[in-house]
Structure formats: structure tokens, C-alpha cells
């Protein structure tokens, strides 16, 4: 079982108070929302993504999709791609694929999330596996993670 000590730590550090709950084990965001009863508005989940080759995550309600080729021309970049497992695997070594939390700055890479987001007053997203969620308040996720906001879906 991946370990989420680091992230649990950071917020214990940072005397960030958070709720932790398990939920029957699920792989998609969507799925997790609805297993742990949450709005898909509120449960985020985070996509590693290529950014000029650098990895990056975005960060995302459950519910939308992410717009690759929007995305890009908000960062006036010609490309943002999906990272391969290969590519970012290493770089969260305590995490299960697909569980990361919405951290970048715990793992050195930029985090961007959807404008969306910044209206929530709570975020829950998984807690580096498929069976744990942290639930914060969402003031507190934007001053730890200091993420810059794009619109990832065309609407």
C-alpha cells in the first residue's frame, strides 16, 4: 500500500486541518466521487501532463475533461501532452498510479488547476491511493500549493 506519510506530514507541518475517509476501492475520479458521495464539482483530480517536457499537474474538478490543445494556447505553448506512466512513475514513488494528490510542490512540478476550482470552499481528491480522500478546505490547498489557474474545458 503506497504510503501517504509525506502528504499527511505537510499539511500536519503547515497546521492545515483536513478530514481523511476511506471508500470502496475505485480507479476513476468520477468513480471515487460517487462511491464516497461527493460532487463531482468538489472531488479533483489531478493528470500529469507534459508541459515543453517538463512534467506538470492539472488539476481538475472530477467531472470535466481536459481541453490539451486549449490548455496549450493559454500557456501560448504550441503542445501540452498526457505524461505516459513511464515518464512520471518515478517521480511518486509513494503514490498508486492515479492516485496522486493535487501536490506538485511536494514532488518539484508546477500545478495548474481549473479556474473552476477557485470558487470551491472545499477540495477532496485522493490521498496517493484509490481508497483514501483528504478533504481541506480549498483557501488553505491554494496557499500551500500556490497553483496557477487555466480553463481546461471549452464550455
Known amino acids: 500500500m503506497p504510503e501517504k506519510k509525506r502528504l499527511l506530514t505537510y499539511l ?31 472531488f479533483v483530480k489531478t493528470i500529469v501532463v507534459k508541459i515543453e517536457g517538463k512534467l506538470a499537474l492539472a488539476v481538475l474538478p472530477a467531472n470535466e475533461r481536459i481541453n490539451f490543445d486549449q490548455f496549450a494556447k493559454q500557456l501560448k505553448i504550441p503542445k501540452v501532452e498526457l505524461a505516459t506512466e513511464a515518464e512520471f512513475r518515478k517521480q511518486f514513488p509513494d503514490c498508486e498510479t492515479g492516485g496522486m494528490p493535487p501536490f506538485g510542490n511536494l ?11 477557485l ?14 480522500i483528504i478533504t481541506l478546505k480549498f483557501a488553505d490547498y491554494q496557499k500551500l500549493v500556490n497553483p496557477q489557474s487555466f480553463h481546461f474545458e471549452v464550455h
Do not use: M, W
Not at 514532488?107 to 476550482?117: E, P, Q, R, V
Not at 470558487?119 to 483514501?132: G, L, Q, R, S, V
Open 12 to 42: 500536519e507541518e503547515n497546521k492545515v486541518p483536513y478530514q481523511i475517509s476511506a471508500h470502496p476501492k475505485a480507479y476513476t475520479a468520477q468513480r471515487v466521487a460517487a462511491s464516497a458521495h461527493i460532487s463531482g464539482n468538489y
Open 107 to 117: 514532488y518539484g512540478i508546477d500545478t495548474y488547476i481549473a479556474a473552476d476550482l
Open 119 to 132: 470558487k470551491n470552499e472545499e477540495i477532496a481528491f485522493n490521498a496517493c491511493n484509490h481508497i483514501d
